[in-house]
């Protein structure tokens, strides 16, 4: 009964909340870096180099077999889709970097905010003179 005891507690934290919350707005995230990537990033870099659509990068490690009587496929081919690979990695780093920028923001608005409270002032001469009395009564009457 611990453990389920132990887990509401976990579960009912703000911190897991967040993190759900995070999560979810992370791969809505996700499907629109994935979009930028293939629909509006990699069309001009396939151009630029000579005209390739990425998606259609594949090599082939075996073909499909087809009977040959219907011509139906009866093994599917065997293929290594590079250009699916390559723009998952240009996700990757374009999710990472938009990551990290905004990481480096708030680490920046945190120092702002810390760096804004000035220290206070050091005691003037007529603090200190008092400060010296009072401690020097509570000697003597201690």
Request: charged residues 25%; glycine residues 8%.
């Amino acid at each position: 009964m611990s453990i389920l005891k132990d887990f509401k507690e976990f579960a009912m934290k703000g911190n897991v909340i967040d993190m759900a919350v995070g999560i979810i707005i992370g791969a809505a995230f996700g499907k629109i870096i994935s979009s930028l990537v293939s629909d509006v990033i990699m069309p001009p870099i396939g151009l630029l180099v000579g005209g390739i659509d990425f998606k259609e990068i594949v090599v082939n490690l075996k073909d499909a077999v087809k009977d040959p009587a219907t011509g139906k496929i009866v093994k599917e081919a065997v293929s290594l889709k590079l250009g699916n690979f390559i723009q998952t990695v240009v996700d990757f780093l374009i999710v990472a970097f938009a990551i990290f920028m905004m990481v480096k923001a708030v680490t920046n608005l945190g120092k702002k905010k810390s760096a804004e409270v000035p220290p206070p002032p050091p005691p003037t001469k007529d603090q200190e003179l008092l400060t010296e009395i009072r401690d020097l009564l509570k000697r003597d009457l201690a």
